[in-house]
């Protein structure tokens, strides 16, 4: 029986594929544009839904309004089995700069087991929609060749290295900074990166870390809780090409 169950067991492995945290990811926008996460096919033994770093009740989220998104992109990590998408909808009374990580238990992704998204709209750390999706939408995100990728380990470097800016002196000086990157704050816009960098000053280390690192796109997302500054949940995105950082991105909301 033991022998016959290790025969059957290796055909029972689940992988997670980058079509399928793609296809999850194109499921919440389309939740997104029709404001019905009913539509959603989420875990029925274990979802959890967070927005802006608390368990929430997703009926009572962003996904139970209708958005018109201005423009959209999706990351997928099929180590964590994790995807990261980003929305902007620039337009109407409420708009809102969104970055999500969908999650899926198992590497099943034919069901969502977390739904994490920091969401910011008007008010929030240098919020303009308009402003940050004129920058974006000028950006290349083409798949980088296989034999130009990054490494996972450098890219979760990277993200570390960025958010550890505000404690540690020594931090910004070990990221490989492009000299033509370019770095959205909201919609404040720096290039290159690498000037106006912070180096330490503050004791509180950005914790509550959540990456998504996708090595076809040379990126990694970090959702995180920005405490060198004050509790407030973060997105901060960083793009890698040819070894250098090209873009970086943050979503900040600074009420929760």
């Known amino acids: 029986m033991v022998a016959l169950l290790a025969l059957i067991a290796p055909t029972l492995a689940v992988d997670c594929t980058r079509d399928g945290l793609l296809a999850a990811a194109d499921s919440y926008l389309a939740a997104v544009t029709s404001g019905k996460s009913s539509d959603l096919k989420l875990s029925s033994t274990n979802f959890t839904y967070q927005q802006n770093n608390k368990v929430s009740d997703i009926a009572k989220g962003i996904l139970s309004t209708p958005w018109k998104i201005d423009l959209n992109r999706s990351t997928a990590d099929t180590v964590a089995c994790a995807s990261y998408t980003m929305f902007i909808s620039s337009s109407g009374t409420k708009p809102y700069v969104v970055g999500t990580q969908i999650r899926h238990a198992n590497n099943d992704t034919s069901s969502i087991s977390m739904i994490d998204t920091v969401a910011a709209t008007t008010g929030d750390l240098f ?3 308009k402003k ?8 290349d995100w083409t798949i980088i060749p296989a034999d130009q990728r990054p ?7 990277v993200g ?5 800016m505000w404690t540690d002196a020594k931090a910004a000086d070990t990221i490989p900074w492009g000299t033509e990157c370019e770095r959205v704050e909201g919609s404040s816009y720096t290039s290159p990166c690498g000037k106006t960098l912070p180096h330490g000053g503050s004791a509180k280390n950005n914790g509550m870390r959540r990456y998504v690192i996708d090595e076809e796109m040379g990126s990694v997302d970090v959702l995180c809780q920005f405490d060198s500054l004050g509790p407030w949940p973060d997105s901060h995105e960083v793009r890698v090409i040819a070894g250098k950082v090209k873009y970086v991105h943050t979503i900040t909301v600074m009420k929760t």
Do not use: H, N, P, V
């Open 127 to 129: 919020f303009d929609a």
């Open 132 to 139: 940050t999706l004129g920058y974006i939408q000028k950006e």
């Open 151 to 157: 490494s996972r380990d450098l890219l979760k470097k």
């Open 160 to 164: 570390d290295a960025y958010l550890d």
